[in-house]
Structure formats: structure tokens, C-alpha cells
């Protein structure tokens, strides 16, 4: 198979060494956005490649470690932010990259470890069965499994995305996803930060796409509440996402 390299700018950021999949070379790509998760990322990607996934996108988001060397030497693209934008930069830029690289599917995933790769298969093959443009996994199946900062957090995170984005889901901050090309190209977000989550779901509204949801598993680390959404930092994403809902 024939690739080639290129140099891109995605959100006025200059990515080099991306390589490109030759015309026709369709399917899944997988999406990551990481901070500093040189201890995960290799993990992930191994069970990525394990469950048959390896074209895997996973962009750097101006890490302090060498979660770029990981993650290249395991295989990825890694296009890196000089400096660290925040979560929805990050899913965003890995997303775009993977419609540069030809994908018809973009799974969207957390870098931390959280997401299983067995349930990309689930993820897509919701979109593939129902025909829809995209399809959100629920964490929240098994309400007992999630920690209980995240239960309170995901709940009021709901009920503000529904009163304001106009569309009722079970897990709106889940970042495990699967878009058609279609779709992926037409949400567009305003959002750095971990509030993308509800403006893709009111993206979703405006743009008048299909969706569904499917269960998926979580697992929470020991670390969790100090590397991502504890509940402070949950309440100032949420008054973010207030602010962007209503301009």
C-alpha cells in the first residue's frame, strides 16, 4: 500500500508528517484528543489494533509529556497543538484529520483508558443498520458503575442540554462516538473546552441529523476526578456551556 506525507493547517494549527491513505481506502478512523496521558495512550492504541482498528488519528494537545512519541510509535498520526487549546480543540482537530486521511466512519474516543475498543463494533454497527448520521454511547446504563461525581455532573449536563440544545440523551458528555463523513463535516463547533459535548448535541438539532444511542462500558482509573471532569471543574464546563447555548 502506497502512502505519501503531507503537511496540513487544521484550526490555524500547522500539522506536518500526517500520512495519507491513497483514494479509495474507506472505513473506520479512529479520533483521539490527549493531554498528558503518557501512562494510557499506549494501552489504548493496543487495544485499538487488537479488536482490528489501526488507523488511528491522536492529537496531542500540547502534552508536557512524550505522550506524542507514545502514541507515534504505537503507530498513530499525531498531529500536535504547540499549546494546549482544551478537549473539543483537540476531539476536533483529530476528527478533521481523520476526513483528511478518506475515512466514511470517524469513531471518536477519551485517551484515558475509559473507552473499550469492543464497542466500536456496536457504535458502528448502529449507524451502518439504522442509517443513521451518528451514534452516541451511554455510560449511563448501569447508573452504579459511574462514579457518583459523574452521575450528578451527567444529569445536570442533560437536563441543560435539553432545555437549551433541544434533544434528550441518556449520556450527552460521553465522548465515545461514531459519525458518518457526512455528519462529522457538518457539525460545526464553537467550543475549546469539554462543553463541545452539549454543542455537538445541539448541532445536531440544527443540522437536522439522525441519531441514536448505544450502551457501552466505562472504566474509571484511580486517577479520575484529578485528570479530566471532577465536580468544580464539571460546574465551571457547565456554565460554559450555558453561556455558548444561549448566544
Not at 66 to 92: D, Q, Y
Request: net charge positive; proline share 2%; charged share 20%.
Amino acid at each position: 500500500m502506497h502512502t505519501y506525507t503531507m503537511a496540513v493547517a487544521v484550526n490555524n494549527t500547522c500539522l506536518s508528517g500526517v500520512t495519507a491513505m491513497p483514494a479509495g481506502a474507506l472505513g473506520v478512523v479512529v479520533a483521539i484528543g490527549a493531554l498528558n496521558e503518557a501512562e494510557s495512550i499506549a494501552a489504548v492504541l493496543e487495544d485499538l489494533t487488537t479488536h482490528g482498528y489501526d488507523r488511528v488519528v491522536v492529537c496531542d494537545d500540547g502534552s508536557r509529556d512524550n505522550t506524542s512519541e507514545i502514541a507515534r510509535s504505537a503507530g498513530a498520526i499525531v498531529p500536535r497543538h504547540l499549546l494546549n487549546r482544551g478537549a473539543g480543540a483537540a476531539s476536533r482537530t483529530a476528527v478533521e484529520i481523520a476526513l483528511l486521511l478518506g475515512a466514511d466512519i470517524v469513531v471518536t474516543m477519551d485517551a484515558d483508558g475509559q473507552h473499550l475498543a469492543k464497542d466500536i463494533r456496536a457504535l458502528v454497527g448502529e449507524l451502518v443498520s439504522q442509517n443513521v448520521d451518528l451514534v452516541f454511547g451511554n455510560r449511563m446504563h448501569i447508573p452504579a458503575r459511574v462514579p457518583r461525581v459523574r452521575r450528578v455532573y451527567n444529569r445536570f449536563a442533560n437536563l441543560l442540554t435539553h432545555a437549551l440544545g433541544g434533544i434528550r440523551l441518556s449520556d450527552t458528555q460521553s465522548g465515545f462516538r461514531a459519525y458518518s463523513a457526512d455528519a462529522a463535516r457538518q457539525i460545526k463547533l464553537r467550543s475549546s473546552g469539554y462543553e463541545y459535548c452539549s454543542e455537538i448535541a445541539r448541532e445536531v438539532r440544527r443540522q437536522k441529523l439522525s441519531y441514536s444511542q448505544v450502551p457501552v462500558e466505562a472504566v474509571y482509573h484511580q486517577f479520575y476526578g484529578s485528570r479530566g471532569q471532577n465536580l468544580y471543574n464539571g460546574f465551571k464546563t457547565a456554565w460554559r456551556l450555558f453561556m455558548r447555548l444561549i448566544n
